[in-house]
């Protein structure tokens, strides 16, 4: 059974810092494509940023030089290093794991708040 448990979300202020975390199991996690997503209140899920297992990053406009993602495949685990917070960040980040035959899984989320 697959499980994703994302962790380290909370409330910052403005220009803040967290950095997200997300274990794996029950896949060789090695083999997937892992990614953050995001859901504001009213707003549809958008993606934040992928890593692929050849350790190849893709960010999207707002993520890219704020954002890092990263993955430990020894400890899988997928990480979102998130820097120079804003207000509109705010939202429930979601790690997401697609696996080599395309099928996804969803971990519960984790909030994030900007504010001061």
Known sequence: QVQLVESGGGLV???GSLKLSCVASGSIFSLNLMG????????????????????????TDFSRGRFTISRDNAKNTVYLQM??????????????????????????????????
């Open 13 to 15: 202020q403005p220009g």
């Open 36 to 59: 953050w997503y995001r859901q504001a209140p009213g707003k549809e899920r958008e993606l934040v940023a992928r890593i692929t297992r050849f350790m190849i990053t893709a960010y």
């Open 83 to 116: 820097n120079s917070l804003k207000p509109e960040d705010t939202a429930v980040y979601y790690c997401n794991m697609r696996v080599p035959s395309g099928l996804d899984y969803w971990g519960q989320g984790t909030q994030v708040t900007v504010s001061s």
